[in-house]
């Protein structure tokens, strides 16, 4: 999958493929959240709910790509 890396946690954010964000930690620890920022499960409790909104968000075709992007 792709992702973020949080620029000062070092947490790596990205995609479940179930709508929801995966957030793991530098130790190891790994949560999911919706896009609003809200707990789903795990043991990650400390999170960048404007990080999980743009992770979680849709994505959009470039303006210089000439294909559909596929998702």
Same mark, same amino acid.
Do not use: N
């Given at each position: ?14 995609? +479940? /493929? $179930? ?5 793991? %930690?530098?130790? *190891?620890? &790994? #949560? ?8 789903? +499960? /795990? $043991? ?5 709910? %404007?990080?999980? *909104?743009? &992770? #979680? ?15």
């Amino acid at each position: 999958m792709y992702g973020v890396i949080h620029p000062f946690t070092k947490a790596l954010y990205e995609q +479940d /493929g $179930e709508g929801g964000v995966r957030i793991k %930690q530098t130790d *190891g620890r &790994v #949560g999911r959240y919706r896009r609003d920022g809200s707990w789903l +499960d /795990g $043991e990650v409790f400390d999170v960048d709910p %404007q990080l999980c *909104g743009w &992770v #979680g968000g849709p994505k959009a075709q470039h303006r210089l790509q000439s294909e559909p992007k596929i998702s």
